[in-house]
Every structure is written in C-alpha cells, then in structure tokens.
C-alpha cells in the first residue's frame, strides 16, 4: 500500500554504482503488471543516467523496443548494478511500442526497467506510432522535460521507433520538445521502473 501523502513530483535518491540520482514519482496507478494488477508507482530518473547509451549497434529500429540492445543488454546490465533490494522490489509492467521497420503495429512487452514512449511524455505523438500508452501525470502537470546529462541539458532516448524511418527511435531534446535520433547514436537514458 501506499500512504496518500505519496504524489506524483515527490522524490528521493539513489545510489546506483556509487552516482546519486534523483527519482522522481511520475504516476500512481498508472502501469500494469504484467502478472496483472496494477502498479501503485512509476518512478523514473530525474536527469539522465551517468553513461551515454545507443538503441542499436547499427542505425535500425526493425525488431522494435522489443529487440533492441537498449532493452535487451544496457537496461539488464544498469538493474544488475542497483540496490538488491530495489532490484528485489521492481515488478515487471506491461508496455507499448511499435515493432519497428515504419510498421504502426503495437507490441506489448514486459520489462523492469524501461524508457518512456514519446505519447507517455508528451500527450500526443509527433513521431511515433500511435497506441504505445499515455501520458504520466507527471508530465501531465507541466513538469520539464528537460533532462541533463553531466550537469547540461541533453537529448535522451524514448522507447518509441520513428514511425516513419527504420533507422531511427524518437528523443526528448535538450530544449524538451520532441526529436528524433539514428539508433547508433550514445545518448541520455533516463528509465523508468515500478514497484
């Protein structure tokens, strides 16, 4: 259970490989299990992650969120440092891209760590297929999208393939507005994760 006093905004830190991060709470009942029943939080990064990350090795984004070396090697790898009892407690939710390749076909996948799709940022969707979820309250109520990386504003990665290329994933960019990146790119991760 959650205590009533907790709301979307509030924050804490953690220690992840000796860095301290700001988390911010970003929903309430917001994602869903993939087990079933719905998460009471969803909390993400404040500013990006210490190291820099590219979606793919190559500039694709056939194979979707699902297949990519974000979701299947970087993300594991960055759980894999956190406190063992905040890896014991994150549950795996159910979430929405597309598939990748120009493709508007939604997937549902289930992580632990993930990144944001563009709609669950920004309400709407500029670049992306549509359906992969909505937006945070977080977001909802006006908060930045700004996010830094080594102390300066910086673009960061979005779960969601460009709908209409097969090289690229969309992007927050240094001024919070939305982008886009070829998937080779290394830039800022800011993940989200539910308990």
């Keep these: 259970s959650v205590p009533s006093t907790w709301v979307v905004g509030n924050s ?28 009471p939080l969803t909390f993400q990064l404040h500013d990006c992650y210490a190291d820099t990350k590219a979606m793919n090795s190559s500039n694709t984004n056939s194979g ?11 993300l594991p790898a960055i759980l894999a440092l956190m406190p ?23 997937e549902t996948v289930s992580d632990k760590l ?30 930045s999208k700004v996010k830094k990386f080594s102390g300066s504003a910086d673009y960061w990665w979005e779960r969601s393939p460009y709908g ?16 886009y990146y070829i998937a080779s790119i290394a830039i800022g991760v800011a993940f989200g994760f539910c308990f």
Excluded: P
């Design 12 to 39: 804490k830190t953690m220690t992840i490989n000796g860095t301290s991060y700001q988390i911010d709470i970003i929903g309430k009942s917001h994602d869903t299990y993939a087990a079933g029943g719905t998460a």
């Design 64 to 74: 979707g969120w699902k297949n990519s070396a974000m979701r299947t090697t970087h």
């Design 84 to 106: 063992t009892e905040v890896q014991n407690g994150i549950r795996e939710v159910s979430k929405k891209a597309s598939v990748g390749g120009a493709s508007s076909t939604i």
């Design 114 to 143: 993930f990144l944001l799709s563009e709609v669950e940022i920004f309400g709407s969707t500029s670049y992306s297929a549509a359906g992969e979820g909505t937006q945070y309250d977080y977001y909802k109520a006006g908060n």
């Design 164 to 179: 209409s290329y097969s090289t690229h994933f969309c992007t927050v960019n240094s001024g919070g507005g939305a982008g």
